[in-house]
């Protein structure tokens, strides 16, 4: 099925509904799944879409126009926390980014929720950056641990990736993954790493083509390079990599679940969250008869 922009548009705002994110003329210009709207864009009418205080929602949702107010005012608390964690984290050596994800990456995190954050580290030192990093975040008492319940404005350490593996694998590639790589903002880089995560993973431009483009020429603040004494201790570090690996894996023994876990990537999300975003978008879909996989997959 060939989809119109009417289609994409409406995709664009379906795929939002599901996290109760209304969109601004902008955002849906922004984050349009598969096509790249002209200016006119704002003149077509979409089927099943209102708008309300100059957000575009699906028919029946005005409610959640209040809910991100809220969200948006929550979130402001917790990029003061990224932000102290991101300064406190400048001076490891080994980190090449570090930067925030989740709800609160769109302003869009609840009072409850936790700080997703994700980091960028050199090559052969993936294990001892997570351990060194665990010990700083620990020593300000604002880690989350993985039995915590209550995690309101506590950072979960979710996901590490290695300069030489930045590209996400072909049976990652979606729709959910491209927003994922996307809406990732970085607190501060070293230069040319953000850049770089991208290019890896252009494949995104297949879903998200404006996003794709404006994220590309970005840029990000507060860049840093390496300093040779950065280099000697990534160097240090390297040696005592493979020990800081054993023993963290001998702490995870029993406690693992769906984490993904190699020399390259660590990524500890115990539930993958597309079990409970398809059944969602395709419900919101099925208004239009918009096939999921033409939106969810590569064509």
């Known amino acids: 099925m060939a989809l119109s922009l009417s289609d994409c548009l409406f995709a664009t705002i ?3 509904d599901i996290f109760t994110y209304p969109m601004t003329r902008d955002d849906v210009y922004l984050w349009c799944i598969r096509k790249k ?3 006119n864009c ?3 009418q979409i089927r099943h879409v209102v708008r309300e205080k100059d957000m575009y929602i699906l028919k029946g949702r005005k409610k959640i126009i209040d809910v991100n107010v809220d969200r948006r ?3 402001r608390k917790k990029w003061i926390i990224a932000r102290r964690i991101g300064k406190l984290l400048r001076w490891v050596p080994t980190i090449s980014l570090v930067g925030v994800t989740g709800g609160l990456s769109m302003n869009n995190a609840s009072l409850s929720d936790d700080i997703d954050m994700f980091f960028i580290v050199s090559p052969g030192v993936l294990w001892i950056t997570r ?3 665990t010990i700083l975040v620990d020593s300000v008492g604002i880690r989350r641990r993985p039995e915590e319940k209550r995690v309101a404005n506590k950072v979960c350490l979710n996901m590490f990736m290695t300069e030489d593996a930045l590209a996400l694998s072909k049976q990652e590639q979606d729709l959910f993954s491209a927003h994922e790589v996307l809406q990732m903002t970085p607190l501060w880089a070293k230069s040319g790493i953000y ?3 991208l290019y890896d993973n252009s494949w995104v431009k297949e879903y998200l083509p404006v996003a794709w483009t404006v994220k590309r ?3 990000v603040i507060h860049t840093y390079n390496t300093t040779w004494w950065g280099r000697f201790m990534i160097s240090l570090f390297r040696i005592i990599e493979f020990p800081a690996k054993l023993i963290q894996i001998w702490y995870m023994a029993g406690k693992r679940t769906r984490e993904v876990i ?3 990537v660590l990524r500890f999300h115990p539930r993958d969250a597309r079990v409970w975003i398809l059944p969602q978008l395709q419900k919101r879909l099925g208004l239009r008869n918009i096939p999921l996989d033409n939106i969810f997959y590569a064509r």
């Open 37 to 39: 709207p002209g200016k």
């Open 42 to 44: 704002r003149n077509i």
């Open 131 to 133: 351990f060194i990093i």
């Open 14 to 16: 379906a795929y939002a």
């Open 195 to 197: 850049e770089k995560f």
């Open 217 to 219: 020429g970005s840029g």
């Open 73 to 75: 005012a929550a979130s």
């Open 262 to 264: 190699s020399d390259n």
